[in-house]
Antibody
């Protein structure tokens, strides 16, 4: 059964770098059938797509965040990661990792439970 | 970037009633690229509808999606207690964007 689990620090200081990892179980992250993505949700607000990655390392980022975002994949650990630099309070959010099926790569069919990251000194 | 608008912001209904949620796009969206999600408090979003009208795995048939171009609709034929939640539409153009959501709460 597919499971996605986000992990990382719950508190990050302003101007520092937010780093999260999504551990995938139940399917190989190296499968050509899937992309892997990050989405965030400020508390009480709506959803914002951050970016996606393919097992080969090909990435696709939200233009509004592109200058600060790096998504990478570690196939040996069946994980993919998010780095967001120069964070501010506006980056406080629940961060979700999710899967996209390459046959229909237009929506997220499985999501992790999410992890809250607070940006504060 | 395509902007999605959802209406109403909140829909207050009783169990057993029909819910009709609207999602409007700022420009035409390929129906294949339109999805709906349900989110309950403290939970991740769950895919309900893909390709504007296809039900995701395990989704009851009281949920249906329709629409084309710039106007899409999610209908819940008879509300069950577990259906009271927030619903988001999402499209894929050159980027993924989500609507602001419609909250369906108990009247």
């Amino acid at each position: 059964q597919l499971q996605l689990q986000e992990s990382g620090p719950g508190l990050v200081k302003p101007s520092e770098t937010l780093s999260l990892t999504c551990s995938v179980s139940g399917v190989s992250i190296s499968s050509r059938s899937y992309y892997w993505g990050w989405i965030r949700q400020p508390p009480g607000k709506g959803l914002e797509w951050i970016g996606n990655i393919y097992y080969s390392g090909t990435t696709h980022y939200n233009p509004s965040l592109k200058s600060r975002v790096t998504i990478s994949v570690d196939t040996s650990k069946n994980q993919f990661s998010l780095k967001l630099t120069s964070v501010t309070a506006a980056d406080t959010a629940i961060y979700y990792c999710a899967r996209v099926d390459t046959e229909d790569p237009f929506y997220f069919d499985y999501w992790g439970q999410g992890t809250l990251v607070t940006v504060s000194s | 970037e395509i902007v999605l608008t959802q209406s109403p912001g909140t829909l207050s209904l009783s169990p057993g009633e029909r819910a009709t949620l609207s999602c409007r796009a700022s420009q035409s969206v390929n129906s294949r690229y339109l999805a709906w999600y349900q989110q309950k408090p403290g939970q991740a979003p769950r895919l309900l509808i893909y390709g504007a009208s296809g039900r995701a795995t395990g989704i009851p048939d009281r949920f249906s999606g329709s629409g084309s171009g710039t106007d899409f609709t999610l209908t819940i034929s008879r509300l069950e207690p577990e259906d009271f939640a927030v619903y988001y539409c999402q499209q894929y153009g050159s980027s993924f964007t989500f609507g602001p959501g419609t909250k369906v709460d108990i009247k």
